[in-house]
């Protein structure tokens, strides 16, 4: 059995690869967290998964993929170390941990993305954390 921070990277390199299938740019680089707005906007409307969808089926552990994916492209360009606790909430509060001791919740941002809707941003997340400009 693998343990949770071992999903991280395993998830998020699934979902790149399913994502870079479906023609999203996912390739870990902050540019590529453009892609995973369009995504977001293309297959979700604030909390629902747009029928037929790619986030129609499975939408929990896709969106876990989707925010494993997100933190790996901010743990690449920043530095910081994946933490987790051994609890039934863990995958929703998987975290990162940032070089200046700034601690972020990457997953947490994408359910919040999928239920809220743009105003969630994902790129607006990755700008606040010095990642991304949100042009």
Known sequence: MTSLLDDVRTSAEWIARALDSSGYR??????????????????????????????????????FALGCYVGETVRLALGGRWEADDDPRGEIDIRLRLPDGSVVWPVRRLMK???????????????????VTAN
């Open 113 to 131: 993305r999928f239920a809220n809707g743009p105003e969630d941003t994902v790129v607006g997340y990755a700008a606040a954390l010095g990642v």
């Open 26 to 63: 996912a390739d870990f680089t902050p540019a590529g967290l453009h892609d995973i707005e369009r995504f977001m906007s293309e297959h979700s409307d604030k909390g629902t998964a747009v029928e037929s969808g790619l986030l129609a089926t499975d939408p929990g552990a896709r969106l």
